[in-house]
């Protein structure tokens, strides 16, 4: 499976303040998911990361909140704005592989924020 | 809403047991079910999928999966203290995004 990192790997953050996620995979993957885990609690989806154009946000994210890049086939970045305690969590980008199906997700080892 | 139910546990299995995890869906028309491992402080990590009714073996790993009963099971032979874990009941209910349960705690005790 892809090889998949992700920075920073945890960060304590001010409220008000954002915070920028990297996801990066060592191969061309065919579909790239961000992911929400908070504390005792199971993975929600917050959206699709599409190559050149604007993500597929779930229902209850929004960009504003949310923003998502995708330059290219191996890199996305998740931007967690306006920061609040609520948004103390683990984010985990997670990456369908090529040649796989659609619904065989790879996750990357996660960021954990922490809100202040 | 489209719900993926899971025991919590503690699940306590001694060593060299079998562990039986469990897991029932909302969504009859879900094709696609998998079992995630998270260690603590990890991210989870695929071992198992399963897409048709019946049984896949994979080493110590058997899925199960009854689409009439919603019901998808994950036995563990041999249970190892390194199988302790959070083990995530993963379903598809079509498109892409899966639908994840909250996870059952396996604690295999030497």
């Known amino acids: 499976s892809a090889v998949i990192s992700q920075k920073p790997s945890r960060d304590i953050c001010q409220r008000g303040t954002s915070l920028t996620i990297q996801c990066q995979v060592d191969?061309?993957?065919?579909?790239m998911f961000w992911y929400r885990q908070q504390p005792g609690q199971s993975l929600t989806l917050i959206a699709t990361?599409?190559?050149?154009?604007?993500?597929?946000?779930e229902s209850g994210f929004v960009i504003d909140k949310f923003p998502i890049s995708r330059p290219n086939l191996t890199f996305s970045t998740l931007t967690v704005s306006n920061m609040s305690p609520e948004d103390s969590s683990i984010y985990l980008c997670?990456?369908?592989?090529?040649?796989?199906?659609?619904?065989?997700?790879?996750f990357g080892p996660g960021t954990r924020l922490t809100v202040l | 809403q489209k719900e993926v139910e899971q025991n919590s546990g503690p699940l306590s299995v001694p060593e060299g047991a079998i562990a039986s995890l469990n897991c029932t869906y909302s969504?009859?028309?879900?094709?696609?079910f998998f079992w995630y491992r998270q260690y603590s402080g990890k991210s989870p990590e695929l071992i198992m999928s399963i897409y048709s009714n019946g049984d896949k073996e994979d080493g110590r790993f058997t899925a199960q999966l009854n689409k009439a009963s919603q019901y998808v099971s994950l036995l563990i032979r041999d249970s190892q203290p390194s199988d302790s874990a959070t083990y995530l009941c993963a379903v598809n209910p079509g498109g892409y995004a899966l639908n994840f349960g909250k996870g059952t705690s396996l604690l295999v005790t030497p």
């Open positions: 997670s990456v369908v592989a090529a040649g796989k199906t659609t619904d065989t997700q790879y």
């Open positions: 191969s061309q993957v065919t579909m």
């Open positions: 969504d009859r028309g879900s094709q696609s």
């Open positions: 990361a599409n190559q050149g154009s604007e993500a597929t946000y």
